[in-house]
Every structure is written in C-alpha cells, then in structure tokens.
C-alpha cells in the first residue's frame, strides 16, 4: 500500500518555528530596551545625541561649538577654542545641559579626539556643577602630570587634582571612545572608565560639592561628542 505524506502538520510546524523565533527576538529586544534605561540600578534620567539640535546645552562660548556630521553620527563638535575667561584657573571650553542637577549618578559619553598630538592633548567631562568657580572635572589626556589626566576639583580657586589613582596617561586615537564617570555623593566615590567598564583609569574620593549639573568640553584642545547619557536619581528638592 503507497503512503501518502504527512504534509498537513508543515506549515504547522513553520509557523510554530516563527512564533518562537518572534518571541525570542522580542524578550532579547526587551532586555536590551530595559538595559538601556538602567545602569546598575540607576534609571535612565537624560539622554541625548545632538539629532534634535543642541537647545539644551549652554556654552561658554557658544561660537566655539557647532553639529557637524561625522559619518552616520550627528555629533557636537568643539571646532576651536572658546572665547571665554573663567574666574578661576580651570577649563575655558564647556557645554553644560542646561536645568540639570543629580548627585548619584553614572555618566556616559562617547567622543573623539580632533586636537594636534601632544603631552596634555585633552578632552573633559564635568560634574557637580553650581557655578562657573565650583564644579569637578575630569582631565582625559596623554600624558598625567599634576595638571593633566586626573580628576579635578574647581572651589572658588585654581584647579586641584585629586585623584587618589590614575594612570600615567590615555591614548588617544581616530576612533569615538567611551567613557564613564561613576559618582556617589555619600562615600565621595568617583570613579572613571575609559573603553574598559571594569577597570577604572582614574579614582577619587572627595565629598566637597554634591548636587549639580555635567557638561562636556575640554581644557585647550577640540573634539567631537556624541550620544551623552546620564543615569541618576532626581535631586532633591533645594
């Protein structure tokens, strides 16, 4: 006797194979979408990367800023050096996000460095800002010495490192890095990372300023930056 297939069951069996790939890809885009929106159990409080223009950053010198496209990236780009005179010695070129203020946070910047090469060939990212004479930075450069690739305090007098750890310097190339500032305002624990999250190349702890806003910039030379996040719990109310 001839058998005959059992073919009804194959489209059956494709569909069930798609549903299951559906869902597969579902769960792993949802725990990508939730990853995006936390970092280490702090929730995702402002992001941005410059597509919708820069309305919520304020420069100290705004002609020193512009967007430009690198490739598929919109960055913000520091095309030359601002001119502005801070009231202390620290760094003249910086965009700060405007209406701003977290004390526990994880910073997150992507950026490429556009300057010559040289010893304290730097870019920065701040924090903890409550006026232009109070606020920290972080000094990312070539080259460490007492005033380059460090953490930096700015309190109403000349810049003061104060790293407690660092690394003799950071290698600058063509590429966009990524780097990471971990602040917590009760132990006074800052920590940076640069590319490599699990080993930082500066450490701090200082607990003069808590509350205030972060920006981008540098101290002398250009860059570009692209997708800026910052994970924080809101502030308290002053």
């Given at each position: 006797?001839?058998?005959?297939?059992?073919?009804?069951?194959?489209?059956?069996?494709?569909?069930?194979?798609?549903?299951?790939?559906?869902?597969?890809?579902?769960?792993?885009?949802?725990?990508?979408?939730?990853?995006?929106?936390?970092?280490?159990?702090?929730?995702?409080?402002?992001?941005?990367?410059?597509?919708?223009?820069?309305?919520?950053?304020?420069?100290?010198?705004?002609?020193?800023?512009?967007?430009?496209?690198?490739?598929?990236?919109?960055?913000?780009?520091l095309s030359k050096l601002s001119e502005y005179t801070p009231p202390v010695?620290?760094?003249?070129?910086?965009?700060?996000?405007?209406?701003?203020?977290?004390?526990?946070?994880?910073?997150?910047?992507?950026?490429?460095?556009?300057?010559?090469?040289?010893?304290?060939?730097?870019?920065?990212?701040?924090?903890?800002?409550?006026?232009?004479?109070?606020?920290?930075?972080?000094?990312?450069?070539?080259?460490?010495?007492?005033?380059?690739?460090?953490?930096?305090?700015?309190?109403?007098?000349?810049?003061?490192?104060?790293?407690?750890?660092?690394?003799?310097?950071?290698?600058?190339?063509?590429?966009?890095?990524?780097?990471?500032?971990?602040?917590?305002?009760?132990?006074?624990s800052i920590q940076v990372f640069f590319d490599d999250m699990d080993n930082?190349?500066?450490?701090?702890?200082?607990?003069?300023?808590?509350?205030?806003?972060?920006?981008?910039?540098?101290?002398?030379?250009?860059?570009?930056?692209?997708?800026?996040?910052?994970?924080?719990?809101?502030?308290?109310?002053?």
């Amino acid at each position: 006797m001839k058998t005959i297939p059992n073919t009804w069951h194959t489209p059956y069996s494709l569909l069930l194979t798609i549903t299951l790939f559906v869902l597969i890809c579902g769960i792993a885009l949802s725990e990508e979408a939730q990853a995006s929106e936390e970092l280490n159990g702090l929730p995702l409080f402002f992001e941005d990367d410059f597509d919708n223009g820069i309305e919520r950053w304020e420069m100290t010198d705004p002609d020193a800023w512009q967007l430009e496209a690198d490739g598929e990236r919109t960055v913000l780009s520091l095309s030359k050096l601002s001119e502005y005179t801070p009231p202390v010695r620290s760094p003249h070129n910086i965009a700060w996000v405007k209406d701003l203020r977290v004390g526990d946070f994880i910073f997150e910047a992507t950026l490429k460095y556009t300057g010559r090469a040289y010893g304290h060939a730097d870019l920065c990212l701040f924090f903890g800002y409550q006026d232009p004479a109070h606020f920290y930075y972080v000094h990312i450069a070539t080259e460490a010495d007492p005033h380059a690739n460090s953490i930096f305090l700015v309190n109403g007098e000349p810049r003061v490192s104060i790293a407690r750890e660092r690394t003799d310097g950071t290698e600058w190339t063509d590429e966009y890095h990524t780097v990471r500032i971990k602040r917590e305002v009760d132990s006074g624990s800052i920590q940076v990372f640069f590319d490599d999250m699990d080993n930082p190349i500066m450490t701090a702890e200082d607990k003069t300023l808590t509350y205030g806003s972060i920006g981008i910039g540098s101290f002398d030379d250009t860059g570009n930056f692209d997708v800026i996040r910052v994970y924080a719990q809101p502030a308290p109310a002053e």
